[in-house]
């Protein structure tokens, strides 16, 4: 038997290659093929990674909320480690929307900030975010903090719909959808598809990271474990993780 | 132009924030799976362990 692998998964190397290569693609698409708009120019760029930041930050949310939902619903906690994943990918998401995004209003509106309904959900969905993830820094029994870490998530969910629709249901100054050049228009999608990819790749890398993390915190608490080990296997490195153990009743 | 700047430059510290933590996270688990291999590849590791091991509830390796 041999049971605690130290496999490479197959076509992980490829996984990488891939997101960098769409991260890359958009980059440069961004610097040299995205034309420079008439009235706001060169400052317009940041709306390729703000949009693909914004994106995120909500997908990042529905992710983990719907994961936090399966957790309820069947209590395994590898649903609550791809919400945690999902918090902390989107929290960064949401805080880069927030900072670009001033950064922006900054340059067009000629303020750092103001408070249009747009600025103001996307405020709130950052400070959900930040509640979730104190929830859980501060809670150690791992199904107590799945569970309220949950609640909070299914909550704060709400405010996505809002987010969404903030431009549309009230009067503000955020652009609701403004019109662009098709060139502009094909790079601000490839820049959320690459980032988009490569945002992934940190999600699947995160969660088993946790996955991991559990296991070991599950054998040092003294669960009853078996585990093996080849003669042959080298030290473990990045790409090896997770490794598979087995719970022995 | 500042703002331009300012705004990638944001957008990559962060995502490289998030990897080199993602990195060192990963050398802090290879340490403990390391370790684990190590306790599990010693003889004495068949004994029974006392209660304070990571195996005492078992007391032995199948």
Redesign the interface.
Known sequence: MNRLKNRRPRGAALVDILAAAAVATAILAILFVAPTEATMGLAQRIVYVHVAMAWLGLAGFLVMATTAAIYLARRDLAWDQWSQSAAELGWLASSLTLATGSLWAHATWNTWWTWDPRLMTSFILWAVYCGYLLVRGSLEEPHLRARLAAVLAITGVLDVPLVIMATRWFRGIHPVAPKMDPAMHGVLLLSVAGFTAFFALLLVRRRAQLRLDGLLADIDAGGVWTAECGADETHPTPHTLPFTLHLEE | ?F??I???L??WT??LL??VR??A???R??Q???A??RQ??RPEAAAPAPHH??????GA??
Do not use: E, I, N, P
């Open positions: 132009m703002s331009l300012t705004a990638y944001l957008v962060g995502l998030y990897v993602l990195g996270q990963q050398r688990l290879a403990s799976v390391d684990l291999r599990l590849q091991s990571v195996f005492s509830r078992k390796l199948t």
